[in-house]
């Protein structure tokens, strides 16, 4: 029996050496990789650069020191984070979840600066911010949230890519201090707003003051084919939550602030035992210059249009099939039925993704992946999609949300 507590449905393989975009499991199986570890993976798996900065850490005998120190390394992935970002100050934290309670704590303290209360923070439909209490209960999902109630107050919700509901709230609610946002949703189903929703979102927290707060942990860093989503949509947010993809796969999280946001935190306010250690940050350092090195970005936009476009052509008129989504190396496959099963399916021929929100596939590749891999990647999906969707409907077991 095993003693690892039971949270996770696991799949039966476990991946024990890995090259790129490519994995291998205790048999010596081949897989081809878009999952990353859930986005987390974006230099691919055995990266030299990322090997050497985090070897040359554990060498130097100083992973972690604790923030009672200066930690030069978190100055410097601090440095690089504020470039990107386009934003004043990090945080480091070790998960997004823990990125977006520093984002609630922020919009709250700035909240009652100004006199708010019981400050409130808008959130969305179908959004997923993280499985603490605070934010599980800014998640637009009750599967989520079942069996945790009572649920942290002071979030009202609204529907995705309808500004008249965010006005409407203005309107009548004056403790709103902040808007809460995933740029594009991951967990919900890679549901892309417009850009143009974006930038009215913006311009609505600027005239009520309110604080935007937009958690890139899953669509940023790279993945879109920008730094960050707000990018595409050319605004600058107050607050950016960052995890999955900082770090390579060491586990690191930050909250960035900046505009009306920047001061908002002082001594005493908030805090991180390992948050921002020698190590993450050396990780963090590593992963960022090595994207701009390798021009990553410009990749993930690339190859995300290639994969996007093949899908879109070797699925379209297929029955079953609805739509391809997405933004660069972010890209869902929606179907008209619960779909669950493409990921053994997909695993037996040596293809690893995932299913969001029952019935989209999700594809989050490393971003070092080449247009060829993107093609094989295609070959394989739309074979396995086609053969899923030719099932008679009641072979077809229901399927389970990953
Ligand atoms: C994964 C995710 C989180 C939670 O990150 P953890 O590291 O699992 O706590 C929060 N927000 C978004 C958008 C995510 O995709």
């Not at 999902?141 to 529907?159: H, I, M, N, T, Y």
């Amino acid at each position: 029996m095993s003693h690892v507590m039971n949270t996770y449905a696991r799949l039966p393989v476990a991946f024990v050496r890995g090259e790129g975009v490519w994995l291998w499991d205790e048999s010596g199986k081949k897989y081809l990789d878009a999952l990353a570890g859930i986005a987390v993976n974006t230099l691919g798996y055995g990266h030299p650069k990322l090997a050497k900065a985090i070897g040359e850490c554990l060498a130097s005998g100083v992973t972690h020191t604790s923030n009672l120190f200066n930690i030069p390394m978190q100055e410097a992935a601090a440095d690089r984070i504020a470039e990107i970002t386009g934003l004043d100050e990090v945080f480091f934290c070790n998960s997004g979840c823990e990125a977006n309670e520093a984002a609630i704590k922020v919009a709250r303290l700035y909240g009652h600066k100004r006199g708010v209360e019981r400050p409130e923070i808008i959130v969305f439909e179908h959004a997923f911010h993280g499985r603490t209490l605070a934010t599980l209960s800014a998640t637009g999902s009750r599967k989520v949230q079942a069996g945790f109630e009572p649920l942290v107050a002071g979030f009202v919700r609204v529907p995705l890519d309808d500004l008249d509901a965010v006005r409407a709230v203005a309107a009548h609610n004056r403790n709103v201090v902040a808007v809460l946002i995933e740029p594009i949703q991951g967990e919900g189903g890679i549901n892309v707003p417009r850009m143009e929703y974006l930038r009215g979102l913006k311009e609505i927290c600027g005239r009520n003051e309110w604080l935007l707060m937009t958690d890139e942990v899953q669509c940023g860093l790279g993945r879109t084919g920008q730094w960050f989503v707000y990018q595409h949509a050319g605004i600058s947010p107050d607050v950016v939550s960052l995890a999955k993809g900082l770090g390579g796969g060491v586990a690191v999280g930050a909250c960035v602030t900046g505009n009306r946001a920047k001061g908002v935190f002082s001594p005493g306010k908030h805090g991180s035992t390992f948050g921002g250690n020698p190590l993450a940050c050396a990780a963090v350092v590593a992963t960022l210059d090595t994207m701009k090195e390798e021009k990553l970005l410009e990749n993930a936009a690339k190859v995300g249009r290639v994969i996007r476009d093949g899908l879109h052509e070797g699925l379209s008129g297929t029955a079953g099939f609805v739509e391809v989504r997405g933004l660069g190396l972010m890209i869902g496959v929606e179907l008209d039925r619960p779909c669950g099963d493409i990921v053994t399916m997909s695993l037996e021929r040596g293809l690893v993704l995932n299913v969001t929100a029952d019935s989209v596939i999700r594809l989050v590749p490393p971003l070092v992946m080449s247009e060829a891999e993107g093609r094989q990647l295609v070959n394989l999906l739309v074979s396995v999609v086609k053969e899923f969707l030719a099932r008679p409907a009641a072979a077809a077991p229901m399927a389970k949300a990953g």
